[in-house]
């Protein structure tokens, strides 16, 4: 599975939209990009996940840039309930369910 | 739909104890996943279960070991325990989709284990 690079930590203020960039610059094609995040000691909640397209649904939008290089989270209006730590995640359709993850970006969305 | 659960939530043992810790999947899930999530390691894979058969192994040493039964529920054992095996052990349930697809994974709550 190809490696993901995020920033350590992010800071957003309520109600506005978080954008969330990840680089995964070795994508292969069959290689989808999968969002998930941690609120502190629970485990970690699915978010969103896409190949090529862009996705949206009813927690967030997932830009994928046309190379799919690199991939934007999206929450458009951020509240104090987001503040966790959001992993991006790259995984290979076939096979394996494991899931490689990094130290992801840890949000906090400020009143 | 009821989500993954795990039991218990949380646990404390004693070096070179046992403990098995429980999850049942989503329902119609068949495909369940453990992880360990350290501070100093974060979040890493253990094994995988899929039809009662061990699919997928992380580099973990021999002393954790999993099952799973007819109905996909799972259990994880850690035998001998050190004090490094104190983390939260996350399940993760999904289909998966036919020929083989992978699907999205969902976590339970997780199992806090304290080793003193």
């Known amino acids: 599975d190809a490696k993901t690079t995020q920033p350590p930590s992010m800071d957003c203020a309520e109600g506005r939209a978080a954008n969330l960039p990840c680089n995964h610059s070795t994508i292969s094609g069959n290689e989808y990009v999968y969002w998930y995040r941690q609120i502190h000691s629970q485990g970690p909640q699915y978010i969103i996940h896409?190949?090529?397209n862009n996705e949206t649904n009813e927690m967030a939008s997932l830009i994928i840039t046309e190379d799919r290089k690199s991939s934007t989270l999206i929450l458009p209006h951020a509240t104090l309930r987001d503040t966790a730590v959001y992993y991006c995640?790259?995984?290979?359709?076939?096979?394996?369910?494991?899931?490689?993850f990094g130290q992801g970006t840890r949000l906090t969305i400020n009143p | 739909k009821a989500g993954v659960t795990q039991t218990p939530r949380y646990l404390i043992k004693t070096r070179g104890q046992q403990v098995t810790l429980s999850c049942s999947p989503i329902?119609?899930?068949?495909?369940v996943s453990w992880y360990q999530q350290t501070p100093g390691q974060g979040l890493q894979f253990l094994f995988e279960y899929f039809s009662e058969t061990q699919r997928n192994k992380g580099n973990f040493p021999g002393r954790f070991s999993g099952r799973q039964f007819s109905n996909s529920r799972s259990e994880m054992n850690v035998s001998t325990l050190e004090l490094g095996d104190s983390a939260l052990y996350l399940c993760?349930?999904?289909?998966?989709?036919?020929?083989?697809?992978?699907?999205?994974?969902?976590f339970g709550p997780g199992t806090r284990l304290t080793v003193l």
């Open positions: 995640i790259v995984r290979g359709i076939q096979g394996a369910q494991k899931l490689v």
């Open positions: 993760a349930s999904s289909l998966p989709l036919a020929g083989g697809t992978a699907d999205t994974q969902y």
């Open positions: 329902s119609g899930h068949r495909s």
């Open positions: 896409g190949l090529k």
